[in-house]
């Protein structure tokens, strides 16, 4: 990848960094905040889950915004929506506002997914999606990671509500340099005209934006056009379940099943996922390079089952007793994790042929994950409450993940919404 473009993935693993410590925040304030409003584990998993209802609705809408305005203008918007949500969580005092500004920050984070897409299909060319769909992705696992290195100091010397004054100033000082810099590739004025015309001429767009009756395509007419939307979204939701999983319930787990202090705890969620994006990252080169270009074909698939089915093995954390191996369970199954989900964004892109469509199709399928993720911290809430045991929940995720390979294999295998472009079925075989 040439430099100048590598200041967007830049800007992209941040966009996804801040994001996902501003999700992750209230996973460690968790037990300061529990302990102030007096939650139950039951009410502790609705509020984590709180974020993703506004979060999943607005999600298609999003999509459409992207679509319309363009990533600047509506990446912009959210993320100052929801750092200031953020920042305002630090003055709640009671359940009902907690739950609002978890609300509100979901309205505003739910533009950053279709905003990251549609500006690596309008940036990358298409044999390097992979690789920045990886640095994308790996941003949501540094950005617990940085949580959880920071928060547990963070709390201890001032308190849980500094945190998020803190967190949420992260997002200002982004956006200020989002606005400043940030620019399509034809009109940025730091771009070499070389790379420029390289970026024009590789990124894979084509002109087919209209269906034989000249009309616009739509969501509604990709998701009739075949099973492969469908499929990368079922496969999304079979990630992201696990996701939220630990994003939400991870530290809890440590500190109450493995009698960490909330320092230690830091410590211990940083490492699998630094591991993870690491690992994802050159798991997303290596798609790269395999593919060789061929990226039409669909064959990512096949990798992102190999992460679905790495990311399984957390099943076997209910036999594993020492801490240092369920750290190791834990940094496979996100490695698996993190590698799955970049390559199927990365999916995405490669079977849509219509690049005017990308924000509101990448929007159809992380409201998918997200149908899976909303649930993951309920569920898990009412396993703990009614068992006593995290066991259980891990052994649900790891089925989903089953599930999810073998959606990605059997659904995700032609471009999508071929038929209306085309008028006619494919005739290629699709292996």
């Not at 302990?35 to 999509?63: C, D, R």
């Not at 363009?70 to 739950?99: D, N």
């Not at 992979?130 to 617990?144: E, K, T």
């Not at 920071?150 to 500094?162: C, H, K, L, N």
């Amino acid at each position: 990848m040439q430099h100048r473009r590598g200041w967007v993935a830049l800007f992209l693993f941040t966009l996804a960094m801040i994001n996902y410590v501003d999700r992750g925040a209230l996973s460690f304030a968790a037990g300061s905040i529990t302990h102030e409003l007096g939650l139950s584990p039951v009410t502790l998993g609705y509020v984590f889950s709180s974020f993703l209802w506004s979060y999943a609705i607005l999600l298609v809408p999003a999509g459409m915004l992207v679509d319309r305005y363009g990533a600047k203008r509506v990446v912009g918007c959210g993320i100052g929506l929801w750092s200031l949500a953020t920042a305002a969580t630090g003055l709640i005092g009671s359940i009902p506002a907690l739950i609002g500004t978890r609300l509100v920050m979901g309205v505003g984070e739910s533009t950053t997914m279709p905003a990251g897409i549609r500006v690596i299909r309008e940036w990358i060319p298409a044999g390097e999606r992979g690789v920045l769909n990886a640095i994308f992705s790996g941003g949501s696992y540094a950005g617990p990671a940085v949580c959880a290195l920071v928060a547990g100091p963070i709390i201890a010397s001032f308190g849980w509500r500094v945190l998020f004054f803190v967190t949420g100033g992260a997002g200002i000082v982004w956006l200020i340099c989002w606005q400043i810099w940030f620019a399509q590739p034809e009109e940025a004025a730091w771009l070499s005209d070389a790379e420029r015309q390289k970026i024009i001429a590789e990124r894979g767009a084509r002109t087919a934006d209209f269906d034989s009756n000249g009309e616009k395509p739509g969501l509604l007419k990709l998701l009739g056009s075949g099973p492969t939307l469908w499929g990368v979204a079922l496969t999304q939701g079979c990630n992201v379940y696990s996701q939220y999983l630990f994003l939400t319930w991870l530290p809890s787990y440590l500190q109450s099943s493995r009698g960490l202090n909330i320092i230690t705890t830091g410590i211990y969620v940083a490492i699998p996922y630094v591991i993870a994006v690491g690992l994802s990252i050159l798991t997303g080169r290596t798609s790269d390079r395999l593919l060789r270009g061929d990226v039409g074909s669909g064959r990512r698939r096949y990798m992102i089952a190999c992460g679905l089915m790495l990311a399984a093995v957390i099943m076997a954390a209910p036999f594993v007793n020492s801490v240092w191996l369920i750290l190791g369970l834990i940094s496979l199954s996100l490695t698996g994790l993190a590698s799955a989900s970049s390559l199927n964004f990365a999916l995405l892109n490669d079977l849509l042929p219509m690049p005017r469509d990308v924000g509101v199709a990448t929007a159809f399928m992380v409201l998918g994950g997200n149908s899976f993720g909303v649930i993951a911290p309920i569920v898990t809430g009412y396993v703990v409450a009614i068992t006593g045991s995290y066991n259980m929940a891990f052994v649900i995720a790891g089925v989903l993940l089953v599930i999810g390979a073998v959606s990605t294999l059997t659904l995700a295998r032609r471009p999508i919404g071929e038929r209306i472009v085309s008028g006619v079925l494919p005739t290629a075989s699709w292996t």
